[in-house]
């Protein structure tokens, strides 16, 4: 009895803290497969928001205005004072300033442009959010100069860096999320006009149609892997999508067709707002609670679009259809907030480790790559030093920077710290110089977008385990139930031998001989030869006949 009371049961820490489940996720992420997927998709987003901007900038988007080009005179009409007619001028000049701003800042160039307010104080702006190449996107400082800094650097560079780092990969591990999420917010921006949310509509539908696919294929592979289920692999993930595909379109398409609806439901509304009187007594005063309400409903369509992830992933576990992907999605995050915040805490925290790991080892490969090479023998007698082969190298996560430190080409926040050296330095290279570094750079943006694709299938990877467990939770459904299409038991690459035809009948002529055989018959004995059988003896004790 006491050893019955001693014993201990055995605890199922998944069943308890189903949580932990996410831990699963870094290898499953790590797929190969997926990190190529990943790395594509980034690149066929970017290239497609770069056409669009080009095309959007130099089309129909305004260009920087300068106050000279507002005369004050124009404004002068009857009636107007010179003071009116100034502040007339400044209003316009500072509505179409703000436009620009909005419209550079998003598809304008890369470069920075200088522009001039009302006051006559000038400014910079930074344009081109849109159509940068992954490559070059400011992501923070590199781990391996974060770590360096931490080790050698005064308290406030550690602080400074750290804060950055820390900072950056937060948004590089939510990045597909707001990758989505920021063009919505920019839709609600009071400086954007009709062509400005023109051109983010375009933006936000080309990333959904490009994800779809994209991102249907990683949550379908992670979800089968995470369920325990052999669907196929990548050859079954993408024909699976693409029987979908229009589900997996219209999933997130929706909700923000219903934002656009309300929206013109709003605007017929205030055409009867702006009649007088009629328009501010029975139309705003008794009727307000129509907008109100309207709000309501696209602020709560707004909020649920944080589980857009989720939409993908109930298309890859359940091959059901845009209703069944948009009811969960939403179901899952207003039923069970607090456990999908949870979840996404988790993920983000130990995303953020898995991340950091993944990025201080790829640095580190690319940088200790370049210390081997210097280290030969007479690079610096023959000025045959590396460093130039990094000219064109990705400034995303410090790269460039973490590669040409301490020489002629040092950058530092995408600009040359020597300029001058930096200049005459450049002018030395010769055709094979600019060839054997574009090479290099080649290869090393093709190691850089893995890392990067990393990011991306981790976040769609952990996305499809948070729906399994919010599905476990809210819909007592097990993990490893996931739909499987019938062509996914069928062997990659086998194909169905077809029917042997039936044989036809054969001629006549070609049937087999038969030999025929005499019956057997039987041989006839002579008389001769048959012998009388004898009568059986009798016996003398046998009874005699009476007479």
Not at 413 to 432: C, G, M, Q, S
Not at 442 to 460: D, I, N
Request: hydrophobic share 45%.
């Amino acid at each position: 009895m006491a050893d019955e009371r001693l014993a201990t049961r055995e605890i199922d820490w998944l069943k308890t803290f189903p949580w932990l489940r996410l831990f699963r996720t870094f290898l499953v992420a790590l797929d190969p497969f997926k990190l190529i997927v990943a790395a594509v998709g980034i690149l066929t987003t970017a290239l497609a928001w770069l056409i669009i901007s080009l095309f959007f900038n130099n089309f129909f988007f305004v260009a920087k205005p300068k106050l000279t080009d507002f005369d004050p005179k124009s404004y002068q009409k009857d009636g107007v004072t010179d003071e009116e007619a100034i502040k007339k001028r400044n209003d316009d000049y500072s509505r179409r300033l703000n436009s620009w701003k909005l419209q550079y800042k998003l598809a304008g160039s890369t470069a920075i442009e200088e522009y001039e307010t009302v006051d006559g104080v000038k400014h910079t702006i930074k344009g081109g959010k849109y159509r940068i190449m992954p490559w070059f996107e400011d992501r923070g400082p590199n781990p391996v100069s974060m770590l360096k800094n931490t080790v050698t650097g005064s308290p406030n560079e550690r602080n400074e860096t750290i804060g950055r780092f820390l900072q950056g990969q937060v948004f590089v591990l939510v990045e597909p999320l707001l990758k989505f999420l920021t063009p919505v917010s920019y839709l609600f921006d009071a400086q954007a006009n009709t062509w400005t949310r023109l051109y983010l509509v375009v933006l936000l539908l080309v990333e959904l149609a490009i994800w779809a696919f994209f991102g249907g294929i990683i949550t379908r592979m992670a979800i089968s892997t995470l369920a325990g289920k052999e669907t196929g692999g990548l050859r079954g993930a993408i024909d699976f999508v693409r029987k979908h595909y229009i589900s997996y379109v219209s999933s997130p398409v929706v909700p923000i067709a219903g934002l656009f609806a309300i929206v013109i439901g709003c605007m017929v509304f205030g055409l009867f707002h702006l009649i007088p009187g009629i328009g501010d007594i029975l139309i705003d005063g008794l009727g307000w609670l129509i907008p109100l309400g309207a709000g309501f409903i696209m602020a709560l369509i707004v909020l649920g679009l944080v589980g857009y992830p989720l939409m993908y992933t109930t298309l890859s576990a359940e091959g059901s259809d845009t209703f069944d992907a948009l009811s969960r999605s939403y179901n899952y995050v207003y039923e069970s907030p607090w456990s999908y915040l949870w979840y996404s805490i988790i993920s983000i925290l130990y995303g953020a480790v898995l991340v950091f790991f993944v990025v201080v080892v790829t640095s580190l490969t690319v940088y200790l790559a370049n210390w081997g090479v210097s280290q030969t023998i007479l690079t610096q007698t023959t000025n045959r030093e590396p460093q130039y082969l990094y000219t064109y190298a990705p400034t995303s996560f410090g790269w460039r920077q973490l590669l040409l430190e301490g020489t002629p080409l040092e950058t530092y926040n995408d600009v040359y710290v020597h300029k001058t050296a930096a200049e005459e330095y450049l002018k030395e290279y010769t055709w094979y110089n600019i060839a054997g570094a574009g090479m290099v750079s080649f290869w090393l943006t093709a190691v850089f977008m893995l890392m990067l694709g990393f990011s991306y299938s981790y976040f769609w990877t952990a996305s499809s385990m948070i729906y399994l467990l919010m599905r476990k939770k809210v819909d007592e459904t097990e993990i490893d139930e996931i739909h499987i299409d019938d062509a996914d038991f069928e062997p990659q690459g086998a194909k169905v031998p077809p029917p042997s035809p039936t044989p036809a009948p054969e001629a006549v002529n070609s049937a087999p001989v038969v030999q025929m055989v005499d019956p057997p018959t039987l041989r006839a004995v002579p008389p001769s030869d048959i012998k009388p059988i004898d009568p059986p003896p009798t016996s003398s004790t046998d009874p005699k006949p009476s007479v």
